[in-house]
Nanobody, 128 residues
Framework: QVRLVESGGGLVQAGGSLRLSCAAS????????MGWFRQLPGKEREFVAR????????LYGDSVKGRFTITRDDAKNTVYLQMNSLKPEDTAVYFC?????????????????????WGQGTQVTVSS
């Protein structure tokens, strides 16, 4: 089992940037595809980004494409989410998650049910 801890959230003005980190312990991160999701109170968790186990082709939600970048450093057991050109509508709690299935279908990679392990979340607030 892997334990995930997010950090790097905070308050930023619209147009600014933040970098979130997701540190893993318990197992090496290289065995998991990793994702970022976000959630507002009372709403469903929304897919933000995914990076496969070996790096390579990443996947993004439509609302963040071109502004957010997901990367991973397996030597540090950490995944990152660089968020640029932030908008007030990006305000949410951001979660990282791990998917252990190396054969995950492309059609399922945006769903929360494809991810077995979750962090506790970090709050991002973007002011207008």
């Amino acid at each position: 089992q892997v334990r995930l801890v997010e950090s790097g959230g905070g308050l930023v003005q619209a147009g600014g940037s933040l970098r979130l980190s997701c540190a893993a312990s318990g197992r090496t991160l290289s065995t998991y595809a990793m994702g970022w999701f976000r959630q507002l109170p009372g709403k469903e968790r929304e897919f933000v980004a995914r990076i496969p186990r070996s790096g390579g082709t990443t996947l993004y939600g439509d609302s963040v494409k071109g502004r957010f970048t997901i990367t991973r450093d397996d030597a540090k057991n950490t995944v990152y989410l660089q968020m640029n050109s932030l908008k007030p509508e990006d305000t949410a709690v951001y979660f990282c998650a791990a998917d252990p299935d190396p054969m995950r279908l492309m059609s399922s990679r945006r769903y929360t049910t494809s991810y077995y392990y979750w962090g506790q979340g970090t709050q991002v607030t973007v002011s207008s």
